[in-house]
């Protein structure tokens, strides 16, 4: 009995542990770039810009703060994917518009417009803005490794292909399959969490991708343009 448990445990590690998942790990974003094999990063390595140990480790953390620090002045859209739920974040400047499932979000200035339609009603709101548009920093910051195990040359640069392996923590599950895909400045461009779910197989369950960077733009929607005088707290049915 316990010889068929580790059998039927070492064949899900197989499976989790690998950088394919159905081909996954073979490019770093569409098209077909030249693929080397994975360097061992050394201090004045090129992927020492974000800060990987000499074993090419790096704290999920830590890759997250350097992350976030390269979008100072910067425009970008973000697509991100959680189960069901797609929300894509267009940022310009101190625009941003943000839209998933049935709410749209407006941000210019200090303030924030919302819409939110429920079948052929829109209600609106203006607030005071709260925080600044995402950056897809806070899905990175989990409490993992990640190891360069790929490097891809790409457009003249280099993109370094990251991953953290599912493994069994005190047999209480697998720990996520964590794969990104950061450029040489440490700004991930992809990043996917994957888990293996009895019955099922593996699912992502999150994941997020990087865009347009330097070449979003973000228009006014014609919605808000009635709300601009209209004192922050206050809203309307449409």
Do not use: Q
């Not at 189960?83 to 267009?90: E, H, M, N, Y």
Request: a positive charge; hydrophobic letters at 35%; aromatic letters at 6%.
């Amino acid at each position: 009995m316990r010889r068929a448990l580790a059998v039927a445990c070492c064949a899900v590690l197989v499976v989790l542990s690998g950088c394919s998942f159905g081909g996954f790990g073979a490019t770093a974003d569409a098209g077909t770039p030249t693929l080397t094999p994975a360097p061992t990063p050394t201090a004045d390595g090129p992927a020492a810009g974000f800060g990987p140990t000499a074993d090419g480790e790096i704290a999920a953390t830590r890759l997250a703060s350097v992350h976030a620090a390269t979008f100072s002045d910067t425009n970008y859209t973000l697509t991100v994917d959680r189960g069901p739920t797609t929300r894509t974040v267009r940022v310009a400047g101190n625009r941003s518009l943000t839209r998933g499932g049935e709410r749209t979000t407006y941000r210019s200035g200090d303030r924030r417009f919302v819409r939110v339609r429920t079948g052929d009603t829109a209600r609106t709101a203006v607030r005071s803005r709260e925080r600044d548009p995402p950056t897809g920093a806070s899905l990175l910051a989990t409490n993992r490794t990640l190891t360069v195990t790929e490097r891809i040359r790409r457009d003249g640069g280099t993109r370094y292909v990251l991953t953290a392996s599912a493994t069994y923590e005190n047999g209480s599950g697998p720990a996520p399959y964590l794969r990104v895909v950061a450029d040489e400045r440490g700004r991930v461009l992809a990043y996917s969490k994957r888990v293996y779910r009895r019955g099922v197989g593996v699912e992502v369950v999150e994941s997020f991708t990087l865009s347009a960077v330097g070449e979003t733009t973000v228009a006014t929607p014609s919605w808000v343009v009635p709300l601009r005088y209209v004192v922050p707290g206050n809203g309307t049915d449409g």
